[in-house]
């Protein structure tokens, strides 16, 4: 069993044990204390776990348990979702805001407890309350169970690579101005490499992350998006890497020299050292999909220095085009899962569920005697299948499935949109009443163990753009994807039903479609939203609520006794 804790200040505060073979229970005690960051030639207070940013990496085996305790000490609410992790009969843990729990005061403690069961790779922790995440996350490593091992050559280091985002300002308050008036929020002032933004930006030569390699050495890269609002290219100079993970489950070996990975995704990449002794930068840059959306257009950079390297001048990788779709497309569209891998799961052949998924911005109109400032002086807002996704605020909806309390959601979630038109077509101006989308708490509800399959359509109603729909709670596979209307005819052609990619994150392809399957196996009530974080408030979001099972082991079991309340 391995046990974590963690406190939250204004910055956040873990205590970190970890159990491998052993199943050792060591604890680790750490101060509560604010974290006050230099970056950009300024200092910024945030919020943080334990003194550091990102916050502690924390590695168990497949098998374990993990327990840890937050102890909120920030001024905001706050939930921590552990990204990726199945949550078998653990819902309670999950961690989305006002979905499967109120959200813990400051002050006050919650206890996340779950088990780590037929996972191994990469995923991560954040935050899942407001735009905290910013800052509020690390890396969550799940070893092979020993004595099992990894299906490819065992490494000789792993490295955690967090790509994130840094504003030189405060990013909750810079969120409430922006909800306040409608409209999109400020773009962050740099991306980092494991919080360091390198040194393109001002006052950053100091703050560059280093990477020391020896010749000859073989580095399992795990990457990992935690930027809010972008996805990234990643490349090293002169170096290619091989992917053998996606989301923590495994691929075919697939050769490239850029990986793309968008915000919620995790990458699993070998990177040998087979270049002539010398420094190569690593950087990454925006994917910015979205033909007319503003996006900050700078590169973060890291360096790879190897042991004996006497250079001080490091080679930079070429970087693709910010615009680049193909490349991108490329890379999410050409790797495979590999089949009969540890914890591979086959492809559903049959579906008991097929759902037709609208996804894309929309208006709200404006409050009377206000101003907004989106388009036409409306808000923004989003939808799925042209509901706006608005959470509950006084009962989580984990709590209200499980004691039958009406009236927090309803379970009228539509399987196809309430009009077919042609979805990505940018000059379409015959579906301007589909921009209003209502506000619902809606939901899907799935038997227990339904096989089902999703289509999921991007729409051009505002702009078309490349969203990272995430699903909480299972993997799916990803049986194809492309760009343009789905076309039931054409495109099932298409379907990978042999070794498809498993991941929890989808990029949709910008204006394009994306057909995914998984299997309802775990009761309890799951968000899907897309995890461009801007997305979110405006109610690109979803929830499928899983009913029980028929025996007592297939059934939620109660909350925990310090479960916070609203």
């Known amino acids: 069993m391995a046990h974590h804790w963690i406190s939250i200040a204004c910055a956040l505060v873990f205590l970190i044990s970890s159990s491998m073979a052993s199943a050792a229970v060591v604890e680790h005690s750490f101060h509560v204390e604010n974290l006050t960051v230099t970056r950009l030639c300024k200092k910024q207070v945030i919020n943080a776990v334990n003194g550091k940013f990102p916050g502690p990496t924390i590695e168990v085996q497949e098998g374990d348990t993990l327990l840890v305790r937050v102890l909120n000490k920030s001024p905001h609410n706050l939930t921590i979702h552990w990204h990726g992790i199945f949550q078998l009969l653990s819902g309670w843990a999950d961690g989305p805001n006002m979905i499967t729990q109120c959200p813990i005061p400051p002050g006050k403690t919650f206890t996340y407890k779950f088990k780590v069961i037929k996972q191994e790779g990469t995923l991560w922790w954040h935050a899942h309350v407001s735009v905290l995440r910013a800052t509020v996350y690390g890396a969550l490593i799940i070893?092979?169970?020993?004595?099992?091992?990894?299906?490819?050559?065992?490494?000789?280091?792993?490295?955690?690579?967090?790509?994130?985002?840094?504003?030189?300002?405060?990013?909750?308050?810079?969120?409430?101005?922006?909800?306040?008036?409608?409209?999109?929020?400020?773009?962050?002032?740099?991306?980092?490499?494991?919080?360091?933004?390198?040194?393109?930006?001002?006052?950053?030569?100091?703050?560059?992350?280093k990477l020391n390699v020896v010749k000859g050495k073989t580095y399992l890269l795990r990457i990992i998006n935690a930027a809010l609002n972008n996805q990234l290219f990643f490349k090293i100079a002169n170096h290619k890497m091989t992917v053998v993970a996606l989301d923590a489950a495994y691929t075919n070996p697939f050769l490239t020299d850029v990986v793309v990975v968008a915000p919620g995704q995790t990458v699993d990449a070998l990177l040998h050292a087979d270049q002539p002794i010398g420094s190569y930068f690593m950087a990454a840059s925006p994917y910015a999909s979205a033909p007319s959306v503003p996006f900050p257009n700078t590169t973060t950079r890291g360096v790879v220095v190897y042991d004996g390297a006497t250079t001080l001048a490091p080679l930079m990788p070429p970087m693709p085009a910010p615009h680049d779709t193909p490349t991108a497309h490329h890379f999410y569209t050409n790797i495979t899962g590999l089949v009969g891998g540890p914890h591979w799961v086959p492809v559903p052949t049959e579906v008991d569920e097929r759902m037709f998924v609208t996804i894309g911005l929309n208006l709200e109109p404006c409050q009377e005697n206000a101003t907004c400032q989106g388009p036409n002086g409306q808000r923004f807002s989003a939808s799925m299948n042209n509901h706006s996704f608005q959470s509950p605020t006084t009962l989580s909806m984990l709590q209200a499935f499980f004691f039958n309390v009406d009236g927090i959601f309803t379970d009228d979630f539509p399987d196809k949109p309430p009009v077919k038109f042609d979805f990505t077509n940018t000059n379409n101006s015959n579906n301007m009443s589909l921009l209003f989308a209502p506000k619902t708490t809606s939901v899907k509800k799935l038997k227990f163990n339904s096989r089902v399959e999703m289509v999921l359509q991007n729409t051009a109603l505002l702009t078309i753009e490349n969203h990272p729909m995430h699903l909480h709670g299972f993997n799916f596979h990803v049986l194809a994807q492309g760009f343009g209307n789905y076309d039931p005819v054409r495109d099932r052609k298409k379907l990978n039903l042999v070794n498809p990619q498993a991941r929890n994150t989808i990029a949709v392809p910008v204006g394009g479609w994306a057909v995914i399957r998984f299997i309802a196996n775990n009761p309890g009530v799951w968000f899907m939203h897309c995890h461009l974080d801007v997305h979110l408030p405006w109610g690109l979001a979803a929830a499928f609520v899983v009913e029980n099972g028929p025996t007592p082991w297939t059934r939620l079991p109660p909350p925990p006794r310090d479960l916070p309340k609203c």
């Open 143 to 209: 070893q092979p169970r020993s004595p099992k091992s990894f299906p490819f050559p065992k490494p000789d280091h792993q490295v955690p690579i967090l790509l994130g985002e840094w504003w030189n300002a405060d990013i909750i308050q810079l969120e409430n101005e922006a909800l306040a008036v409608g409209g999109g929020p400020n773009n962050s002032d740099a991306y980092t490499i494991n919080g360091l933004p390198g040194d393109l930006y001002p006052c950053s030569q100091n703050h560059t992350f």
